[in-house]
């Protein structure tokens, strides 16, 4: 007998990392928004490189760290909440706060369709959504490589697709940003794969700048 593809959390990772699994992430643009507004990202290029310094530098490396560790302790409910008030606590700004724990407690709310423990989580403590992702991902028999592309994609996806809005970029350029960061995500999880909250760290201050900055821009169709 074959194992399925992916092991056997490969069908219900599809519908976790869809984009019509309700996270609401549509509504959130990390910061993008004022980063198009500035000029800063303009064409695909440009937004490849900004996505491209997110995973290797910055926020999105580090929410792949606490999505690993997470993995690692995804049956241990006192580890988890503390993961998740310091992944809380290393939120740049208070758009990031808010855009990674509202996504996490929607993500933890949906998944308790599988997973009906996730109810229980949700309302013991406030739990960002990577560290959601890893534990929804190990409890439901998802591979920590697999978790980690999943948890990535999903991310850059969403960025991908508010900049498609917003520059406006075309669809086919859109397809065409996520095919070059095709190349770069695995890498991401295997870098995730052998970190430690010691390697928690960010080096893109244009974009941290950026989500703060999106707080007072005058004229925003995004909520981060």
């Known amino acids: 007998m074959h194992t399925a593809i992916g092991g056997h959390g490969f069908l219900p ?32 290029a440009s937004l490849c490189r900004w996505l491209e310094a997110l995973i290797e ?12 560790t997470a993995w690692e302790c995804a049956y241990e409910d006192e580890a988890l909440a ?83 809005k917003l520059v406006p970029l075309g669809q086919t350029d859109g397809l065409r940003a996520l095919q070059h960061m095709e190349a770069i995500l695995p890498q991401a999880a295997q870098r995730a794969a052998h970190s430690t909250l010691d390697d928690v760290s960010s080096l893109c201050f244009a974009a941290d700048l950026a989500a703060m900055q999106h707080e007072t821009q005058r004229t925003r169709l995004f909520r981060t």
Not at 15 to 29: I, Q, R
Not at 57 to 68: A, R, T, V, W, Y
């Open 13 to 44: 990772l599809l519908s976790w990392v869809s984009p019509a699994f309700p996270t609401g992430n549509y509504a959130y643009s990390h910061g993008l928004e004022w980063a198009v507004e500035q000029g800063h990202i303009h064409d695909v």
């Open 57 to 68: 530098h910055g926020s999105l490396k580090n929410d792949l760290i606490f999505l690993n």
């Open 82 to 164: 503390d993961l998740a008030a310091y992944a809380l606590a290393c939120a740049s700004s208070r758009e990031r706060y808010e855009e990674s724990l509202w996504q996490g407690e929607a993500f933890l709310r949906a998944a308790s369709v599988w997973q009906p423990d996730c109810t229980a989580l949700r309302k013991a403590f406030a739990c960002p959504l990577p560290v959601a992702q890893g534990l929804v991902f190990r409890r439901g028999k998802v591979e920590r490589l697999a978790a980690l592309q999943a948890g990535g994609y999903g991310a850059v996806a969403a960025l991908v697709a508010a900049v498609v």
